[in-house]
């Protein structure tokens, strides 16, 4: 069993790394950000909430969050290993998830923190964008579907932006992830499970520094 955390500001390619990891070493991605997106669009009561607090950029309360990876991860799905992307988010998260793994018998093998300069942060996000159909990400430049305006996954022809990814709703995240998220460096390089990657690299690039810090884990 291998548990993981991506670690990083938002568009660093936590989302597009973590669905790579678990295609390739059969891990299950587990992204806050995805289920809490699934509860709006459900019209869940967590769905409600949530919604006006993501649009603004900020955190979700910790309680919410908390309880859906500590249900989730019950699922026999997660039981070869999981990424968790987006989470935890502060430092009350990752001492929750401290327990919530202990609990449950398992424990962290890395953190993978991805770098990415503030400038190419914003151009990634402001380029981004998903088939409305079964998710697969994209870019305006970095990563074109290979047929314009055809999915390369399941041919769907309808695409979607996240309404969170205007230009003043990002600046709004970054702070959050300055102030919030990135004590969790400290606190994992302190607890000996931080690993560095630089996030600047291609997307194959990356994956394949990803690649090499698991094998050197398992
Ligand atoms: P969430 O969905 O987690 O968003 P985020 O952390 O802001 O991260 P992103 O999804 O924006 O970025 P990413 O790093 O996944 O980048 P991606 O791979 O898509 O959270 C959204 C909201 O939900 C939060 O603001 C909060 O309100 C709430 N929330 C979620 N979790 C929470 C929690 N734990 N606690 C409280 N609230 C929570 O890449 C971006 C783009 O760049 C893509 O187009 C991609 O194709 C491209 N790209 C990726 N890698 C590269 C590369 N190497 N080179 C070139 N392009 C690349």
Do not use: W
Not at 113 to 118: A, I, Q, R, S
Not at 131 to 148: I, N, Q, S, T, W
């Amino acid at each position: 069993m291998t548990d993981l955390i991506l670690l990083g500001p938002p568009g660093a390619g936590k989302g597009t790394q973590a669905k790579e990891i678990a295609a390739k070493h059969g891990l299950m991605q587990l992204s806050t950000g995805d289920m809490l997106r699934a509860a709006v669009q459900a019209k869940t009561e967590i769905g409600r909430r949530a919604k006006a607090i993501m649009d603004k950029g900020e955190l979700v309360p910790d309680s919410v969050v908390v309880k859906i990876i500590s249900d989730r991860i019950d699922q026999p799905d997660c039981k070869a290993g999981v990424i968790f992307d987006g989470f935890p988010r502060n430092l009350p998260q990752a001492e929750a998830l401290d327990e919530v793994l202990k609990s449950k018998g398992r424990k962290l093998d890395a953190v993978i923190e991805l770098k990415v300069d503030d400038s190419q942060l914003i151009r990634r996000i402001e380029g981004r964008f998903t088939c409305a159909k079964c998710g697969e990400g994209y870019h305006d430049r970095f990563k074109r579907p290979k047929m314009r305006g055809v999915c390369d996954v399941c041919e769907g022809t309808e695409f979607a932006r996240r309404p969170d990814d205007t230009a003043e709703t990002v600046t709004k995240r970054l702070m959050v992830y300055y102030r919030e998220t990135s004590p969790l460096i400290g606190y994992y390089y302190c607890k000996g499970n931080l690993r560095r990657v630089d996030g600047m690299a291609s997307i194959e690039e990356v994956s394949q520094a990803i690649d090499a810090v698991l094998a050197q884990i398992k």
